[in-house]
């Protein structure tokens, strides 16, 4: 196994080749975003309490529902990245021919699986640092700011979620290598 940086690891075998990647970050932002949270659900409680108090007529009780609808939109996604980044890793192996991608929560995740004959023009993605997209999926309060990408089959494949550009840049180097090799085996 070779550590690519404190989160990134790969494993290279005669006929596989993993990487993983996990989602922590620093202490500090980890705390920061499970405080967020607790607010937040505290916020909700204390809206669904405030509700149930309001009279049956009142036009206050419409507005604190859609507050709730809202509310708990923003829960739902502060929670999915409070759970990706305390116990998410993105996970890719090479093996068979086929390329996995696979985004990991407490073990469960869906892997997409690509065939290394039909991936063509694989590289970094070209990022616009100044754009205010790019500041909002580079957030550590969000789940993305992928790096690395390809075509497959006309699709285009985004991946290689909150590498930096020193790992990005060593992960494809070493993803090329790999996938040359597995091209050159079939």
Do not use: C
Request: charged share 25%; glycine share 10%; net charge positive.
């Amino acid at each position: 196994m070779k550590q690519l940086s404190e989160r990134v690891s790969i494993v290279r075998e005669e006929e596989r080749t993993s990487v993983v990647i996990s989602a922590r970050v620093g202490g500090g932002k980890e705390a920061l975003l499970v405080t967020w949270f607790l607010a937040w659900l505290l916020i909700g409680v204390l809206v669904i309490r405030e509700r149930t108090q309001v009279p049956v007529g009142d036009p206050m009780r419409q507005y604190l529902l859609a507050f709730l609808a809202f509310w708990l939109y923003f829960a739902v996604k502060v929670g999915r990245a409070v759970l990706w980044r305390l116990k998410g890793f993105e996970l890719w192996r090479l093996k068979d021919g086929t390329f996995t991608i696979k985004d990991s929560m407490l073990g469960y995740g869906k892997a997409s699986p690509y065939f290394i004959d039909n991936i063509t023009e694989l590289g970094l993605l070209a990022v616009d640092r100044t754009s205010w997209k790019y500041q909002l999926t580079d957030s550590f309060w969000t789940v993305g700011g992928e790096r690395l990408g390809f075509e497959h089959l006309g699709k285009k494949v985004a991946f290689g979620k909150g590498l930096n550009d020193e790992e990005a840049k060593l992960l494809l180097v070493e993803l090329k290598n790999a996938l040359k090799r597995a091209r050159k085996a079939q």
